[in-house]
């Protein structure tokens, strides 16, 4: 008997909000009413963070008004937390969606003593493969300080697991 059901193309956002639900993505920040809050792969600067639904969505237009509101809110208050705890001078907001056809929202804290070269270019401008990659260790006090804003600012839920803690050694 055929199937006449479509398979939705699995992204990298699809695996990562995966791996955050099952506790085996180290990266995570905070659980939020829209989705999840994860530091990005690289730290081209301190605290570079994303944004993902949960569940994942194709755009930002495949939301309702409620699921959009939620979505912007958890966004802006993730830069709102960023702002206090970083220092940054301002963040940067951006949602593309042409490389991972999901929903994604990329928040960049951008700071004064950035190089002078590149601190009012776009994040794109840096060289991201030269980056530092992400440790959990070296950002668990930004992590946590980030948690208690964002709890501070009524939008963490509460999660099933540690960050990581599900992760192959860990």
Known sequence: ?????VTEPTTAIHELV???REGREPRVI???YSGWAVFGERQFVRGYALLLPDPVVPTLN??????????????TRLGDALLKVTGAARINYAMFGNEE??????????YADEPEQLRTRHPWAYDWAAAPAF????????ADALLRELERLGVAKPMRFAPGANAPGG
Do not use: N, W
Request: hydrophobic share 45%; net charge neutral; with cysteine.
């Open 1 to 5: 008997m055929k199937s006449d059901s």
């Open 18 to 20: 995966s791996a955050a």
């Open 30 to 32: 905070a659980r939020l």
């Open 62 to 75: 495949a939301l309702g008004v409620e699921g959009r509101s939620a979505f912007l809110t958890d966004m």
């Open 101 to 110: 056809p999901a929903l994604h929202a990329h928040v960049i804290p951008r």
């Open 135 to 142: 440790e959990r260790a070296s950002c668990q006090d930004l």
